[in-house]
């Protein structure tokens, strides 16, 4: 008897856990955390050699304005790049979700990103860089649907 009661109260302990709002709630900041800190390095790596691919690598992980933009400007930024040979890499430092509202599928975050930044040839230049970012979740998941340029 003792043991079916053990057994019961673990089996009602994990549903419970399990369907815990807060838990939901923790997963869905993880996985917006997740996504922005890739999406972010993405955003910000580029190599003028593989233009086309970078910026496809860019709408992929972006939605709404932000991915129209992108897209509308496409040609412009290959110009742009090829003319002055831009090559970019980024690594995330830290960042952290700010504000989470998994009803609406909407997150805001705050980074900061070590760049370093070479144009027609010359040394790479490191810089950091803090950004504040809207997230949207999508049918694929969270995207990124606006940077902006964070404060000091």
Request: hydrophobic share 55%; glycine share 8%; aromatic share 0%.
């Given at each position: 008897?003792?043991?079916?009661?053990?057994?019961?109260w673990s089996g009602w302990s994990w549903w419970s856990a399990a369907h815990d709002d807060e838990l939901s709630?923790?997963?869905?900041?993880?996985?917006?955390?997740?996504?922005?800190?890739?999406?972010?390095?993405v955003l910000n790596t580029f190599d003028y050699?593989?233009?086309?691919?970078?910026i496809d690598r860019w709408i992929g992980v972006t939605t709404g304005q932000l991915a129209k933009d992108l897209t509308a400007d496409r040609k412009l930024q290959l110009e742009r790049a090829?003319?002055?040979q831009t090559l970019a890499t980024a690594t995330l430092r830290q960042a952290a979700v700010t504000e989470l509202n998994a009803a609406a599928g909407t997150a805001?975050?705050?980074?900061?990103?070590?760049?370093?930044?070479?144009?027609?040839?010359?040394?790479?230049?490191?810089?950091l860089s803090r950004l504040n970012v809207d997230l949207t979740r999508t049918d694929s998941g969270w995207k990124v649907s606006a940077v902006q340029a964070g404060g000091r």
């Open positions: 008897m003792l043991a079916l009661l053990a057994a019961a709630l923790a997963r869905d900041r993880d996985a917006a955390l997740a996504v922005a800190s890739s999406g972010l390095v050699r593989n233009g086309e691919r970078d090829n003319s002055t805001e975050l705050i980074a900061v990103l070590d760049v370093r930044l070479s144009t027609g040839g010359a040394a790479a230049a490191p810089a």
